[in-house]
């Protein structure tokens, strides 16, 4: 009796409240489709009686009140596929690519190279040669639209980039953030999505874009260790060690990274300054010492299905030396010359801890996840230089120039993924607060008698607060139409305080920051795409510092310490033709830009001052082609082409009294690899980079070539990797930028030796297929800006 009643109540409130049905859908390669639409139909008129949208991992729950029904799962790209559910639990549905029908046909083709989400472009590194026995650098290398340079990485159009491990930011950048990505094998390479106008999601800070590298899931219970080593030899050598530990054990997984350099690195600068009165030929060439030692330690614990508690160390120590020794030409026909000689010394230490907590809601995806983070940053330079001039009105100069500078920062976040019947929307708020504490300090030297100067020296103390508020939604329209719609609310409020002048700057301001991004798939063989995003670009510490770098007696570089952040709106449209050729036009307007600003004055006090300025408005445009093409099954190329020019305008008020120049620029980068053997173990790459003649701003830039060879072996099931590099051949990467200011003509030429050769090793044992957890620190932008 007591069995039939409750089978009576169960019947009863299965009828009076419906049923869910749960399920989860994937394509033919078991990754899981987001967005998918879930539909219930009625089986007698095929009318829609209910419908949601599968979650981020492909799950997805529907209520049914009817039982006369059938679910339709579609998405673009995909067949629509017919379910008659009979129990509660559906299960993996798999949908087909193209248009054939699915019963009858089984589809084995792999996964389209280049597929174009609503706001970011997704290259399957998978499906492609350096997928295999390389490593994240090498995948990079192959992506469209991404340039890799000797130590950095861009976005073309969009300059130096961040990079994101599983949508979690790296703290690193130029040669330490390469290094970083030489640790990561292709094999576990998922794919990566470029993201160049990031949705408000992300912090509003930067108009580089972002590159986000998705991992494959990690084997549970399994470690693996690389140990790598470089050797570079251009002028002087430079040798890099390096060793990554991954270690994951039922709940727990570890990460650990440690990595050095040592060595020195050349710089060659020529300086050609006409003043009317007497034109000066500058020669300096600098010996560059590198003592970096950096480090990672993450640790992540599952404390159940649902929640999972991790903190990130991150510290850096720096010990940097410059020497400098040059010699200036008077051409005012006396004969008269300068020796300038200089002496710098660098210490930096960076230390940085993440604290982070995720805890899913439910299994439709809804989640929140907290980051708490704190970073500190020391520090201090102290530079000694002379200059001394011969023959006719004999002088003799020598001073000392020394900064400290502390930055501390203080952040916290809160992230929500809130998927609904309607649409996925995402929301969070952040608060970061920054201090900037730094001192500068100048004695003349040259009576022997170290002779404080209070007019170039300056105590300097700037602080900054951040607090945001972001909203994010996306939703499909019809079979071949998405959207996704964003807006980020920042507050900021700084003070710079000069104690030297005695003099406080206080700012506040509101910035509001859309985002906009609609997708259009018409067939299977063409992908549309637009987007919008308003950006805003924050001065670098560095440059906020009002720290005198000397070059001789009337040459320096200075910092501004009232820099305002630049505002940017960008508009971006995007054409894909069978995932091979990439067409896109973008526009950018910059408001309130800041530089490099040359003031050249002549007569009695001849002198060079480079400061930073917002001094401009402009509009950037052009037109960029991609082509991915493998004319054998061994040779495959990449190749770019972007055809650009930026206009500029004085803001009111504003005039440096030089004329500003606009002019088309061309670009094309060209990368090709090679398998010399069927077992693709050894393979030659070139890599061929071109820019014409470039005028912007009030900077004429003469063109660039760069060309680069290497050639690759894996040893031992491809646990060894061998690389031998020639860089920059023709030494023809360093360019002539000339300009005029105040009627002085200037051309400024500087080489950062990068014709060299580089031999790599690498070897990984273990579980190589292992890669755990990576977290970003929520304080990201702050360590960047610190680092530029």
């Known amino acids: 009796m007591k069995t039939i009643t409750t089978l009576l109540i169960a019947f009863i409130f299965s009828f009076s409240f419906g049923q869910d049905f749960t399920g989860k859908i994937v394509d033919p390669q078991n990754q899981p489709i987001a967005f998918a639409n879930i539909t219930a139909k009625d ?9 949601v949208i599968s979650n981020e991992n492909g799950d997805f729950t529907i209520h049914i009140k009817d039982k006369n029904i059938y679910l339709e799962i579609s998405f673009i790209g995909f067949t629509t596929k017919k379910i008659y559910p009979t129990q509660p639990i559906i299960g993996t549905i798999v949908l087909e690519e193209g248009g054939q029908e699915l019963d009858e046909v089984v589809i084995s083709k792999r996964k389209q190279l280049i597929q174009q989400k609503v706001d970011r472009l997704i290259f399957n590194v998978e499906n492609t040669v350096a997928g295999t026995g390389g490593t994240a650098l090498d995948a990079l290398k192959t992506t469209p639209s991404v340039n890799v340079d000797t130590d950095k990485l861009a976005i073309v159009g969009k300059g130096d980039v961040r990079v994101m491990i599983n949508d979690r930011m790296i ?15 292709s094999d576990d390479i998922k794919n990566i999505e470029v993201i160049t106008t990031p949705p408000s999601k992300y912090d509003a800070e930067g108009n580089s874009g972002l590159i986000n590298i998705v991992l494959k899931k990690s084997k549970e219970n399994s470690w693996n260790n690389q140990l790598r080593t470089s050797y570079t030899q251009a002028t002087y050598p430079l040798l890099n060690f390096g060793n990554t530990y991954n270690y994951r ?35 300096l060439d600098m010996k560059n010492k590198e003592n970096l030692v950096s480090g990672r330690l993450g640790l992540d614990y599952d404390i159940s299905n649902k929640a999972s508690v991790g903190v990130l160390y991150t510290g850096s120590t720096e010990d940097k030396g410059i020497e400098d020794n040059g010699r200036t030409l008077i051409n005012d026909g006396s004969g008269s010359f300068t020796i300038n000689r200089g002496k710098a010394k660098t210490l930096r230490n960076n230390h940085s801890i993440n604290a982070h907590y995720i805890q899913k809601l439910d299994t439709l995806g809804k989640k929140i996840a907290v980051d708490v983070d704190y970073f500190n940053f020391d520090n201090s330079f102290d530079r000694s230089f002379s200059s001394e001039q011969f023959v ?18 203080y952040s916290g976040k809160i992230d929500v993924t809130h998927p609904t019947k309607w ?4 929301y969070g708020a952040k608060t970061t607060t920054t201090k900037t504490d730094s001192d500068v300090q100048f004695f003349n030297t040259s009576t022997g008698t170290p002779v404080f100067d209070p007019t170039q020296s300056n105590a300097f103390i700037y602080s900054e607060n951040i607090n945001a508020l972001y909203a994010d939604m996306s939703k499909p329209l019809g079979k071949k139409w998405q959207t996704k ?13 000069s104690k030297t002048n005695n003099q406080t700057d206080k700012n506040s301001y509101n910035q509001l920051f859309p985002s906009l991004f609609i997708g259009y798939n018409p067939d299977s063989k063409n992908t549309f795409n637009f987007s919008y995003s308003k950006r805003i670009q924050r001065p670098s510490f560095e440059r906020l510092n009002p720290f005198r770098f000397y070059i001789n007696s009337i040459s320096y570089q200075e910092g501004n310490p009232f820099l305002r952040p630049q505002i940017s709106n960008n508009l971006e449209l995007k054409h894909i033709y069978k995932g091979k050729l990439i067409s896109k036009a973008f526009v950018s307007h910059v408001d309130d830009g800041y530089f490099n600003i040359i003031e050249a004055e002549d007569g009695a006090q001849q002198r060079i001052v480079v ?63 090679f398998d010399l053997n069927e077992a693709k173990t050894v393979q030659a790459e070139t890599t061929l980079v071109y820019a014409s003649l470039q005028e912007l701003m009030y900077f004429s830039i003469s063109e660039m070539i760069s060309l680069d060879l290497g050639l690759k ?56 297929k292992i890669k755990i957890k990576q977290r970003n620190s929520g304080n990201e932008e702050e360590q960047t800006r610190a680092k530029q």
């Open 43 to 51: 089986k007698t008129n095929n009318s829609l009686l209910t419908g």
């Open 171 to 185: 703290q690193l950048a130029g040669s330490e953030l390469n290094a970083y990505l030489s640790t990561i094998a």
């Open 423 to 426: 649409a996925n929307l995402s």
């Open 713 to 768: 072996f894996s040893l031992l099931d491809k646990k060894l990797n061998c690389t031998l590099a020639f860089n920059d051949i023709l030494r023809r990467k360093a360019t002539d930028v000339n300009t005029n200011t105040n009627g002085i003509d200037q051309t400024y030429y500087n080489y950062f030796d990068t014709r060299n050769i580089k031999i790599s090793l690498n070897y990984s044992f273990g579980n190589k």
């Open 611 to 673: 400061t930073f300025e917002n001094f401009f408005t402009a509009f950037n445009y052009g037109l960029t082609e991609t082509l991915l093409y493998n004319p054998t099954n061994r040779w495959s190329t990449t190749t770019q082409a972007t055809l650009s020019k930026m206009d500029t305008q004085y803001k009111d008020g504003f005039n440096l009294d030089a004329e500003l120049l606009s002019k088309w620029n061309f670009q094309i980068y060209n990368r090709n690899v």
């Open 392 to 409: 006719t009105n004999t002088s003799f100069f020598e001073a000392n120039n020394s900064t400290n500078q502390n930055i501390k920062n």
């Open 249 to 283: 054990k039922n709940k727990l997984s570890i990460h650990a990274s440690l990595n050095a350099t040592k060595g020195n690195m050349a710089q060659f600068n020529q300086f050609d300054i006409v003043f009317p009165s007497a034109s000066t030929a500058t020669n």
């Open 485 to 497: 719609i964003g807006l980020r609310f920042e507050n900021t409020r700084t003070i710079g305080v």
